[in-house]
């Protein structure tokens, strides 16, 4: 028996089983990642931005958190953050969820440093639409750069990695669980690994495992999402924006690729569901046309900032978003820890954020985790 198997090679699936060997002793662990890269599915299909807050007026919970999680996130990865643009949050004049001055003092509450934008900036916005113009601290990162430091801190670590495999079921195995994995290859090989814990980090896949595994309690919401990835206007390079808050619509840096991601609220999301067992959303997207909606993103954006007008459409990024269920009404984006009614030292884990890792982690250092060797 093993000490711990970890399914999903993301981040956060990555600093979870790097958390266990290095801050809580284990001495086995193994990765399980179904796709042929790590960090290739959400963790790189983003929008890549590190939140500092200014994001969720609607919930002061994951504003907060946002606030404490960015400076850990930066000192910790330096090596992967862009910061050497300028961040933009504007207030639409008519059917926004939030005003400047609501913004402001919200922003002021969580800590959040902003100041209004110089007059050059605010030129680029059509006032009779645009109440305010707001410069702020974010910054984005770089997933390229993260699966090199993937890559060789589970190296360092010594963990066992596995892709382009699957866990198709979970079963009790006296003191721990049978973890059954097949090879997604013409073999279908398949294995059994024993472990003492198991940790779920499937994200959209969160309940799409068999055996003794039961769903997690929490309802949750899948959509499928598509990221347009836009050449911005040269006036506009340098900038990262987002309009707040009903007119919603947002362009932000994405490092990977030298281009700007677009996402609108209206034409972000292409169809939603709630999630159950036996409906795998990675195969519902996989079946999906992927039919584009970039050029209507842009359409809708222009009229805001008459400059993306210029923007030139180059890709797409499509993958399943997956969120809490209950906190569609404020945007709020807490994370899910929650150990299994049925199987012995079994969590499972989703997070809507990319700096929800530091909450997971507070919750994992209060859990009692021990090596088979101890």
């Known amino acids: 028996m093993i000490d711990a198997v970890v399914i999903g090679g993301g981040f956060y699936g990555v600093s979870i089983a790097c958390y266990l060997v290095s801050r809580r002793g284990l001495r086995s662990v193994r990765l399980v990642e179904s796709e042929p890269q790590l960090l290739s599915r959400a963790s790189y299909n983003n929008q890549a931005r590190i939140h500092n807050g200014c994001h969720y007026p609607r919930s002061y919970v994951t504003a907060y958190r946002s606030r404490v999680n960015l400076p850990r996130f930066?000192?910790?990865?330096?090596?992967?953050?862009?910061r050497d643009f300028t961040q933009l949050y504007a207030i639409a004049r008519r059917n926004s969820k939030v005003n400047a001055r609501q913004f402001q003092r919200f922003c002021k509450e969580i800590g959040a440093s902003l100041e209004p934008a110089s007059p050059q900036i605010?030129?680029?916005?059509?006032?009779?639409?645009?109440?305010?113009?707001?410069?702020?601290?974010?910054?984005?990162?770089?997933?390229?750069?993260?699966?090199?430091?993937?890559?060789?801190?589970?190296?360092?670590?010594?963990?066992?990695?596995?892709?382009?495999?699957?866990?198709?079921?979970?079963?009790?195995?006296?003191?721990?669980?049978?973890?059954?994995?097949?090879?997604?290859?013409?073999?279908?090989?398949?294995?059994?690994?024993?472990?003492?814990y198991v940790f779920n980090c499937t994200y959209s896949a969160l309940n799409q495992l068999g055996g003794d595994f039961r769903q997690v309690s929490t309802a949750l919401k899948h959509e499928i999402a598509e990221m347009g990835l836009i050449e911005m206007p040269e006036t506009l390079r340098e900038l990262g924006v987002t309009m707040m808050d009903g007119p919603f619509f947002s362009a932000m840096p994405f490092p990977p690729r030298g281009l700007h991601t677009i996402s609108h609220v209206r034409y972000t999301p292409h169809l939603h569901w709630y999630d159950k067992a036996g409906n795998d959303p990675y195969a519902r997207l996989h079946h999906y046309d992927k039919e584009s909606r970039v050029n209507r993103m842009i359409r809708d954006a222009k009229r805001y900032m008459p400059g993306l007008a210029d923007a030139v459409v180059r890709d797409s990024l499509f993958e399943v978003k997956t969120v809490l269920a209950k906190n569609e009404g404020n945007d709020g984006r807490p994370i899910l820890f929650e150990k299994s009614r049925s199987l012995p030292g079994f969590y499972s884990i989703l997070g809507g954020k990319i700096d929800n890792i530091y909450d997971i982690i507070d919750f994992l250092d209060e859990e009692a985790i021990e090596s088979g060797n101890s």
Do not use: H
């Not at 930066?74 to 862009?82: G, K, L, Y």
């Not at 030129?123 to 645009?130: C, E, H, K, Y």
């Not at 892709?163 to 013409?186: F, H, K, P, W, Y």
């Open 74 to 82: 930066v000192t910790d990865f330096p090596f992967a953050i862009r």
């Open 122 to 196: 605010c030129q680029m916005f059509d006032r009779r639409l645009v109440e305010a113009v707001f410069m702020v601290e974010e910054f984005a990162f770089d997933s390229a750069k993260l699966n090199e430091w993937a890559e060789e801190r589970l190296g360092e670590c010594k963990i066992e990695v596995t892709l382009n495999q699957c866990v198709e079921s979970c079963s009790a195995n006296g003191q721990g669980t049978a973890v059954s994995i097949v090879r997604r290859d013409a073999t279908e090989k398949k294995e059994t690994v024993n472990a003492r």
